[in-house]
């Protein structure tokens, strides 16, 4: 089955066609609208055939599995807006696109939330009045689940031990940054909650910051709500930091330059990381390994160092293994904890959950209903 997997990140849209697991196309848009469809329908129309579309959907609220989408789903799933306002209406924008393909096949949204669908109760609650947490729904949903999903399986290969025997606290660095205890395959603990605006530091977004700030800046300050919400999502993390991009490719540059701002930026930003890191370490408690995906882990080899430059959860980097390429351990023998690390595969998950629920069969037909 060719399954067209349609991954909306923040700023970026990533195409691939995966067929039979393996991904036999792929195209990045750097910098997506959110708005037009050429990109999709081009991407469709150059490699046929497709068989179904399976969409990232960044939040799907209490939902636990993928779905088929149609107008009642991508309605409901309007609800979830204003919990993930940068990217819910980026990945229903694109689901709208591909039920409207020419090909006419199926589109089933696949859900980052899902994967942390069974957080125990403590961490999934915000010490919040309770009568707040019911009527508004307010609690902890975690992010970046079908990265996770993948990191996990391809950490069990490479470690060569099955995922329920795994203690692993995985960080996802792309745009987007978080960090999740992962034990037995299942999520434990994540540093996003309510919205992927908690937790790390990240290329445009704050991360946690005292709740305290924005209400100052809309009661002192007559800031508008809308002002505090695209400064928080847009103009903060390393954007804000060094007060020119969220590229760390950028920053990294200014720093080597020798820019105090850009030096401030990574400090804070490695900062932030590593107490994320160590937050997730006491819930997975004594973790194997620390999982690094994402495109700042896989291009910045000298930042992965620097990561674990004082030694953080015991790891230590081995220089050469850090410089070889592909999915792989980085670590050196005497590491206490092992550091793997793995390419993001959104795709694959993608096509993988697209298949089963479309209940294929070992053929890669459809199966008989
Ligand atoms: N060589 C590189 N190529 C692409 N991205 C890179 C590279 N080095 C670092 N990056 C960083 O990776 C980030 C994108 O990661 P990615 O996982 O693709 O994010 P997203 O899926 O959220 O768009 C960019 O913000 C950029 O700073
Ligand atoms: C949820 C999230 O932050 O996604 P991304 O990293 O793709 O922006
Ligand atoms: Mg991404």
């Given at each position: 089955?060719?399954?067209?997997?349609?991954?909306?990140?923040?700023?970026?849209?990533?195409?691939?066609?995966?067929?039979?697991?393996?991904?036999?196309?792929?195209?990045?848009?750097?910098?997506?609208?959110?708005?037009?469809?050429?990109?999709?329908?081009?991407?469709?129309?150059?490699?046929?055939?497709?068989?179904?579309?399976?969409?990232?959907?960044?939040?799907?609220?209490?939902?636990?599995?993928?779905?088929v989408?149609?107008?009642?789903?991508?309605?409901?799933?309007?609800?979830?807006?204003?919990?993930?306002?940068?990217?819910?209406?980026?990945?229903?924008?694109?689901?709208?696109?591909?039920?409207?393909?020419?090909?006419?096949?199926?589109?089933?949204?696949?859900?980052?939330?899902?994967?942390?669908?069974?957080?125990?109760?403590?961490?999934?609650?915000?010490?919040?009045?309770?009568?707040?947490?019911?009527r508004?729904?307010?609690?902890?949903?975690?992010?970046?689940?079908?990265?996770?999903?993948?990191?996990?399986?391809r950490?069990?290969?490479?470690?060569?031990r099955?995922?329920?025997?795994?203690?692993?606290?995985?960080?996802?660095?792309?745009?987007?940054?978080?960090?999740?205890?992962?034990?037995?395959g299942?999520?434990?603990?994540?540093?996003?909650?309510?919205?992927?605006?908690?937790?790390?530091?990240?290329?445009?977004?704050?991360?946690?910051?005292?709740?305290?700030?924005?209400?100052?800046?809309?009661?002192?300050?007559?800031?508008?709500?809308?002002?505090?919400?695209?400064?928080?999502?847009?103009?903060?993390?390393?954007?804000g930091?060094?007060?020119?991009?969220?590229?760390?490719?950028?920053?990294?540059?200014?720093r080597?330059?020798?820019?105090?701002?850009?030096?401030?930026a990574?400090?804070?930003?490695?900062?932030?990381?590593?107490?994320?890191?160590?937050?997730?370490?006491?819930?997975?408690?004594?973790?194997?390994?620390?999982?690094?995906?994402?495109?700042?882990?896989?291009?910045?080899?000298?930042?992965?160092?620097?990561?674990?430059d004082?030694?953080?959860?015991?790891?230590?980097?081995?220089?050469?293994?850090?410089?070889?390429?592909?999915?792989r351990?980085?670590?050196?023998?005497?590491?206490?904890?092992?550091?793997?690390?793995?390419?993001?595969?959104?795709?694959?998950?993608?096509a993988?959950?697209?298949?089963?629920?479309?209940?294929?069969?070992?053929?890669?037909?459809?199966?008989?209903?």
């Amino acid at each position: 089955m060719r399954v067209l997997t349609v991954n909306p990140g923040s700023s970026s849209l990533k195409l691939a066609v995966v067929d039979g697991g393996v991904v036999a196309a792929e195209e990045h848009v750097a910098e997506w609208d959110g708005v037009t469809r050429d990109e999709l329908e081009g991407f469709a129309a150059a490699h046929p055939p497709v068989h179904a579309v399976s969409v990232r959907v960044v939040h799907g609220g209490d939902r636990t599995t993928p779905t088929v989408l149609d107008e009642g789903s991508l309605a409901e799933l309007r609800c979830q807006v204003p919990l993930a306002p940068v990217h819910q209406p980026r990945s229903l924008t694109l689901a709208r696109h591909a039920l409207d393909l020419p090909a006419g096949v199926p589109v089933v949204g696949c859900f980052d939330t899902a994967f942390h669908a069974g957080l125990p109760a403590h961490v999934a609650t915000y010490p919040l009045p309770r009568r707040w947490r019911d009527r508004y729904g307010l609690r902890r949903y975690g992010f970046h689940g079908l990265s996770l999903a993948h990191a996990t399986r391809r950490t069990a290969e490479l470690l060569d031990r099955p995922v329920r025997r795994l203690r692993l606290v995985c960080c996802h660095l792309g745009a987007g940054v978080s960090v999740t205890a992962v034990v037995g395959g299942r999520s434990l603990d994540t540093s996003m909650g309510f919205t992927p605006l908690e937790g790390a530091a990240m290329a445009t977004r704050c991360g946690s910051i005292d709740p305290g700030i924005p209400l100052y800046l809309l009661r002192e300050h007559g800031l508008s709500v809308s002002d505090v919400e695209a400064a928080l999502n847009r103009n903060s993390g390393l954007a804000g930091l060094s007060g020119t991009s969220g590229d760390v490719r950028e920053v990294l540059r200014s720093r080597a330059r020798g820019d105090p701002e850009a030096r401030l930026a990574l400090d804070v930003y490695l900062h932030r990381l590593r107490r994320e890191m160590a937050a997730q370490a006491v819930s997975a408690a004594e973790p194997d390994a620390v999982v690094l995906t994402g495109g700042v882990a896989e291009h910045q080899p000298g930042l992965r160092a620097e990561l674990f430059d004082g030694a953080l959860l015991g790891a230590r980097v081995d220089p050469a293994r850090n410089r070889a390429t592909g999915d792989r351990l980085i670590s050196a023998e005497s590491s206490r904890t092992a550091v793997v690390l793995v390419t993001c595969r959104e795709e694959n998950e993608l096509a993988r959950l697209c298949e089963e629920t479309l209940s294929v069969g070992p053929t890669g037909a459809p199966a008989p209903s």
